[in-house]
């Protein structure tokens, strides 16, 4: 008898600490797996089995059960029956997650973004404005041995933590090898997570041309002009260098998972970080600096419709990006951290974008300098990091040129930008850390394209 008490209180203490483990990251857990849910559902059109099988079958989120709601266009998830999370889908918009406590009426923007994506028959026009490819390649290219590297690479590591859903090469502004996984296509809006980052970049760097948004001076944030973050600039929080402390952990608790799973307003939240360093002494990886850039951005629009259309009006539709989708968090702000969905062959697009130096088919899109300033390696950043763009000066990428630089994501999302080889090249997917040899991948490519001439 004594040894089943024994055993029956273990069990009890082991229950005991896995409800004192898991329930505080219960809304974390759902909040995830709702947005995610959502996003890929109403957004990338996926059936919800693929969305279950793929994008949240791991770590403690694969325990979360989802359901969509097609008449309110709304996706839940729950944890056996607790912590129920619900984000919500408007056109244009996305999706977004309705914090616990907060109500769908009180959503800010509007029930849809009524700003068509243009042109209206993009199968008909020219790549890269539009979907028609060239009948010939550029000389050199040699397409099925270019078609088999990419293969060889797109098959590389069959475990799941390896999964890859697209791999594009464009080269002289031709789209020279794609490859896609079942279920995905040219034209399948794919989370860019922290790619989102340099989308955020390019709309600064817009705003900044307008006359807005100077980059040196400090920033005019009222709860910061009593304390040591009135030195912060625009520039610091570009670099990822203001001195704020923040934690940008996703496998627990943490500053960036309440921000994205908890939090209404996430460049409030972004903003009542406290100092960690002097501003420009330490370089520090942070979205929520990144998410305190797009309320910055927000608070420059009289209008919120104006805001909200920004993205379509001034980079989306001018460069053909016709499935791009920013979302906003509850607040009505877009998630300019995390959160944008877009095809293959339209972040291919913003590649090109920034590999032609901002301009596209001859029209100015970013300022011009903007792209050397991007890609400018922040002083602390041992030539890794610019201005929400990662670089290869530091030669992380060995088999790749110093010149690269990179829109990188969570679970292996990257356009690479060579400008020293006319190059553009993305890979999607869903790869654990560390998982994916992009190395091997930018230098197996490589060896496919004719020598800089």
Known sequence: MKRWLYVLL???????????????????????AAKM????????DRDLESIQQEDLNFSLVAQASVSVNEEDQSASATVSGLARQTAIYRPGLGCTLIPNGFARDILAGPESLEIPAEPAQPDTVP???????ADTLPDGIQADA????????FDQGEEDDKHTRAIL??????????????????????LGWSMTKSITNALVGIRHSQGYLPLYEPLDIPEWQDDERQNITLHHLMQ?????????????????TKMLYQEPDFAEYAGQSIMGSVPDSVWSYSSGTTNLISGILRATFQDDSDYWSFPRRVLFNRIGMRTAVMEPDFSGTYVGSSY?????????????LYLHDGLWMGERILPEGWVDYSTEPARQSEGQYGAQIWLNEGGELPAAPRDMFSFNGFQGQRVFVLPSHDLVIVRMGLSADGTFDFNAMVRDILAEIPPVQ
């Open 127 to 133: 790549w890269p404005m539009g979907q028609q490819l």
């Open 240 to 256: 990822m260098s203001s001195g704020l402390a923040w934690e940008e952990v996703y496998s627990d608790i943490a500053d960036a």
């Open 146 to 153: 270019l078609a088999y590297t990419v293969k060889q690479h």
């Open 169 to 190: 090469v464009v080269y002289k502004d031709q789209l020279v090898a794609e490859e896609y996984a079942p279920g995905f296509d040219s034209k399948t809006p794919i």
């Open 10 to 32: 273990g069990l009890l203490l082991i229950l005991v600490l896995g409800a004192w483990y898991v329930y505080p990251r219960l809304p974390i857990i759902t909040g995830y």
């Open 340 to 352: 944008c969905f877009a095809s293959p062959r339209d972040w291919a697009r913003f590649g090109l």
């Open 37 to 44: 849910t959502c996003s890929c559902y109403f957004v990338a």
